[in-house]
């Protein structure tokens, strides 16, 4: 049974109402946008979930922080771990379904982990297949979304799995977003990738940066690069 919380250095996330837990590719995503999102700018999580992404955000960024998450018991857990952290004055939280919602203006930036097994296998809850599946939001409707809610100078982040970047990267230009840069993540050096972190804007750019990141080397141990990253958040590092 997973563990109800996941302690960071800085705040809590429970998670027994969510389907979806606190997981490492997701704390990549917090950590490497934490660094990336224009100070004091305005942020929109899109489907907050635990509430995770928001509190990582939050942790180095000053600006304004809202998040909307469609599920209900989610939600009832996400205003709890935000209204027990020491943020909790300057974080705000939605029900809803962003394709429907009406926020009261645009956003600098936007950040999801959306529900990204589009056409793969299910899972047998049907929570985590909303969680999981595009079914309740697809990646065609998810950039509606962005394209409705972000400023003309924004920029979005998503994560995604690797097999799925193409596709997407195609999906977004023809929405006239373009690729800033790309994070690509294997488990070790020897695995295959299997996530990318990508970053867009309606900017087109001469320069892609692309970095690759191991999560741990082949004796288990995280590499360095992980550790920089993690560094501010997990207890143990």
Same mark, same amino acid.
């Given at each position: 049974? +997973?563990n109800?919380? &996941?302690?960071?250095?800085?705040?809590?996330?429970f998670?027994?109402?969510? =389907?979806m837990k606190?997981c490492?590719?997701?704390c990549i995503l917090?950590?490497?946008f934490s660094e990336?999102?224009?100070?004091?700018?305005s942020?929109?999580d899109?489907g907050? /979930?635990?509430? #995770? #992404?928001?509190?990582?955000?939050a942790?180095k %960024?000053?600006?304004?922080? !809202? /998040?909307?998450?469609?599920?209900?018991?989610? &939600?009832?857990q996400l205003?709890?771990?935000i /209204? !027990?952290? *020491?943020? *909790? /004055?300057?974080l705000?939280? &939605?029900p809803g379904?962003v $394709?429907h919602f009406n926020?009261?203006h645009?956003?600098?930036?936007?950040?999801s982990n959306p +529900?990204?097994y589009?056409?793969?296998l299910?899972a047998d809850? %049907?929570? *985590?297949?909303? =969680?999981?599946h595009? *079914?309740e939001?697809t990646?065609?409707e998810?950039?509606t =979304?962005v394209d409705?809610n972000?400023?003309?100078?924004?920029?979005?982040g998503?994560? #995604?799995p690797? %097999?799925?970047?193409?596709?997407?990267?195609?999906?977004a230009?023809s $929405? %006239?977003f373009?690729?800033?840069e790309?994070?690509?993540?294997?488990?070790? +050096?020897?695995h295959d #990738?299997?996530r990318?972190v990508?970053?867009?804007?309606?900017?087109?750019?001469?320069?892609? +940066? @692309?970095?690759?990141l191991s999560i741990?080397?082949e004796?288990?141990?995280?590499?360095?690069?992980?550790v920089?990253l993690?560094?501010?958040?997990? @207890?143990?590092?």
């Open positions: 049974m +997973p109800p919380y &996941f302690r960071f250095k800085q705040f809590t996330i998670q027994d109402q969510c =389907a606190v490492t590719d997701a917090g950590a490497w990336k999102a224009p100070a004091y700018s942020i929109l899109i907050s /979930g635990t509430g #995770l #992404l928001m509190l990582m955000l942790q %960024h000053k600006g304004d922080i !809202q /998040g909307i998450e469609l599920d209900l018991s989610a &939600f009832k205003k709890e771990n /209204g !027990q952290s *020491k943020w *909790k /004055g300057e705000k939280v &939605f379904d $394709r926020f009261p645009k956003f600098d930036f936007i950040i +529900p990204f589009e056409g793969d299910e809850s %049907h929570t *985590k297949n909303l =969680a999981r595009s *079914k939001l990646l065609t998810l950039l =979304a409705d972000l400023s003309p100078a924004g920029s979005f998503i994560l #995604l690797y %097999h799925r970047v193409q596709y997407f990267e195609d999906l230009r $929405r %006239h373009h690729l800033r790309r994070l690509l993540v294997r488990q070790t +050096p020897r #990738l299997f990318a990508l970053h867009f804007s309606r900017n087109k750019e001469n320069f892609i +940066p @692309e970095t690759e741990q080397d004796r288990g141990a995280y590499t360095e690069d992980f920089e993690m560094r501010d958040y997990y @207890e143990k590092l």
